[in-house]
Nanobody
Framework: QVQLVESGGGLVQAGTSRRLSCAASARTFSSSTMAWFRQAPGKDREFVAYITWSGGRTYYAGSVKGRFTISRDNAKNTVYLQMNSLKPEDTAVYYC??????????????????WGQGTQVTVSS
């Protein structure tokens, strides 16, 4: 059974940084693409970033590119999201997700079979 547990959320001021972590129990973690999504109140869940199994490929939403960095440590079964220059519009619940399909990498929310419970990030102006 796959479990994903996010941590690192909280209340931060605009312009500052925060790092989110997602610890995975999946035995297939090191061969799976991992992603971060976020959902603001009243909005659909939106893609933030993904990283492929070896870390060789990353992809970002335009709204976070240049400010956020996704990384992973396969020895620790953990994926990270470093968020810099945070803006009030980054306020959302952030979810990590795992795509079990071999060789798959996508920003499509429906492709990710497993999700964490989410961690709230609130950016004050």
């Amino acid at each position: 059974q796959v479990q994903l547990v996010e941590s690192g959320g909280g209340l931060v001021q605009a312009g500052t940084s925060r790092r989110l972590s997602c610890a995975a129990s999946a035995r297939t973690f090191s061969s799976s693409t991992m992603a971060w999504f976020r959902q603001a109140p009243g909005k659909d869940r939106e893609f933030v970033a993904y990283i492929t199994w070896s870390g060789g490929r990353t992809y970002y939403a335009g709204s976070v590119k240049g400010r956020f960095t996704i990384s992973r440590d396969n020895a620790k079964n953990t994926v990270y999201l470093q968020m810099n220059s945070l803006k009030p519009e980054d306020t959302a619940v952030y979810y990590c997700a795992l795509d079990m399909t071999p060789g798959s990498y996508t920003n499509y929310v429906g492709a990710y079979e497993y999700w964490g419970q989410g961690t709230q990030v609130t950016v004050s102006s």
